[in-house]
Each structure stands twice: as structure tokens, then as C-alpha cells.
């Protein structure tokens, strides 16, 4: 399974999450939403692998949000929708996917979950060898 990384311009988040992925060897495709905007089933995508649906992937930090003169609570969500594709800065970054998870950000705990399972059960098993001496419990 491939990761996609959607970035925006200049993030140091970003900039850590891939650095993370090569460093686990883990491949990932990544894509410029600003050069290659996000279509509107990929957003429909996202926010259904979210907790707390928009409010999970809107930067409320970013200066295309503070220059809006919208109350984004009242928008029906195909105008929303429609806001984040032609606004690609409204959108915090890193958002990281595949077919079964999604991190937005970047989180050193969080992203582990995108480490293969067998990847995963064989650090784990060599973290209880260095420091208990236990393979099997």
C-alpha cells in the first residue's frame, strides 16, 4: 500500500513527514494540491476517514482563511467543498492517506500507524529483545 502525501507550499510539517517515510523505507507518492488541485471525491474521501470532519483538516491559522470574509459554519458542505478546491491553502498540510488511514499533519506517534504491520510486529519484537531480553511472552 502507497501513501499519498497532499502538500501545500513551504511546510515544515510536510518537510518532516516525508523525511519520516524515507526514512522507514515506506513509499509514498506525494502530490501539490496547489499545482495539482484536490478533487472532490478525494475531499469527500478525507472527510470520511475523519473524526471531527471539516474542522479536522481546516487551517484556521492560514492567511487565505483570515482574508475570507465567510462564515464557513454556515456554508452548506458542497459550497465548503467547493471553497477548499479553488482555497488549496485552507487545507492543513501534510494530509497523509492511504486506503485506511488518514493523518493530518504531522504527529511522530500518530505516524506509525503507516508502517506495515509486519514492519511494525518485527520493532516490536526487537524492542522487547534489547530491553527485556523477551522475545515471546
Not at 497532499?6 to 518532516?16: E, N, R
Not at 476517514?49 to 456554508?75: A, F, P, W
Not at 491553502?89 to 492511504?98: A, H, Q, R, V
Not at 493523518?103 to 506509525?112: F, K, L, M, N
Amino acid at each position: 500500500m502507497t501513501a499519498t502525501i497532499l502538500t501545500g507550499p513551504s511546510c515544515l510539517s510536510t518537510k518532516k513527514a516525508k523525511q519520516w517515510f524515507e526514512k522507514n523505507k515506506i513509499p509514498f507518492e506525494e502530490r501539490n494540491i496547489v499545482k495539482e488541485p484536490i478533487t472532490l471525491s478525494e475531499l469527500l474521501a478525507i472527510l470520511r476517514m475523519t473524526e471531527n470532519g471539516t474542522d479536522e483538516i481546516l487551517s484556521t491559522r492560514s492567511k487565505v482563511y483570515k482574508d475570507l470574509q465567510v462564515n464557513l459554519d454556515e456554508l452548506p458542505l458542497t459550497e465548503l467543498l467547493e471553497l477548499f478546491q479553488e482555497n488549496p491553502g485552507l487545507l492543513k498540510t501534510p494530509i497523509i492517506m492511504d486506503e485506511k488511514r488518514l493523518q493530518v499533519g504531522y504527529h511522530e506517534d500518530e505516524i506509525r500507524q503507516f508502517i506495515p504491520r509486519k514492519a511494525r510486529k518485527k520493532q516490536w519484537l526487537n524492542w522487547r529483545l534489547n530491553n527485556f531480553g523477551l522475545v515471546e511472552g
